[in-house]
């Protein structure tokens, strides 16, 4: 079975400047999440879809980042403007059932913010 | 706040001997505890789940303990290898929510040295 695609794999930007992030979970998975992690912190959960809703977004910094997952396949991530501490990678995991199930990671997003 | 907490961020050992990896939590009961492996520039990979009423499992040379007096968790690998080299992430579920929300601590990195 095809694992959690992301991309791009590596994006440089400017602070200030917008960028999108994609990604594809494993078929059939009906729970979608993004994560942020800093270098040598775990990753922090910022949204998490069930399907094409919203369950949890309490972590997300809405003014800046922004996730939509349309016909709760494909799942994209925002962030406008971006910041100097938004530089991290950008992780998108998918499970088959939301609590106490193993999360199936994709290869992440580099984000570098100059 | 619920924490997932793992105060080791390096461990080095000799190959053959056996790795024992720490994680403690606080100010929450988690109902389970999953671990992950990170290897540089990929996502997590799943490796145990243990539950809080399991006091042990065990997969091939991977061993996992839930110590819930102590609020800790201990991962073993047995007869380490060069090949077990990676960082392993513990992470707990929200205990107050039943979304799936994970928090990770941030890794403790294992190398394993000839």
């Known amino acids: 079975e095809a694992g959690v695609a992301q991309s791009p794999r590596y994006k440089i930007i400017e602070k200030r400047q917008s960028v999108a992030f994609w990604c594809n979970p494993i078929?059939?998975?009906?729970?979608l999440y993004w994560y942020q992690q800093i270098l040598g912190q775990g990753p922090k959960l910022l949204i998490q879809?069930?399907?094409?809703?919203?369950?949890?977004d309490s972590q997300l910094p809405k003014d800046r980042f922004s996730a939509e997952r349309l016909k709760g396949v494909d799942s994209t991530l925002k962030i406008q403007p971006a910041k100097l501490e938004d530089s991290a990678v950008y992780l998108c995991?998918?499970?088959?059932?939301?609590?106490?199930?193993?999360?199936?990671f994709g290869p992440g997003t580099r984000l570098t913010v100059t | 706040s619920q924490k997932i907490e793992q105060n080791s961020e390096a461990l080095n050992i000799q190959e053959g001997k056996t790795a024992t990896l720490t994680c403690n939590y606080t100010?929450?009961?988690?109902?389970?505890l999953q671990w992950y492996r990170q290897d540089p520039g990929r996502g997590p990979v799943f490796l145990l789940l243990?539950?809080?009423?399991?006091k042990e499992k065990r997969k091939e040379r991977l061993k996992v303990t839930f110590d819930t007096t102590l609020k800790q968790s201990l991962f073993h690998i047995t007869a380490s290898q060069p090949a077990d080299s990676a960082t392993y992430l513990c992470?707990?579920?929200?205990?107050?929510?039943?979304?799936?929300?994970?928090?990770f601590g941030r890794g403790t990195q294992l190398t394993v040295w000839p």
């Open positions: 995991a998918s499970s088959s059932a939301s609590g106490g199930y193993e999360q199936y």
């Open positions: 879809f069930q399907n094409n809703g919203v369950v949890d």
């Open positions: 992470a707990g579920p929200d205990r107050g929510s039943t979304l799936g929300r994970l928090y």
């Open positions: 078929s059939g998975h009906a729970t």
């Open positions: 243990i539950r809080e009423n399991e």
């Open positions: 100010n929450y009961s988690p109902a389970y």
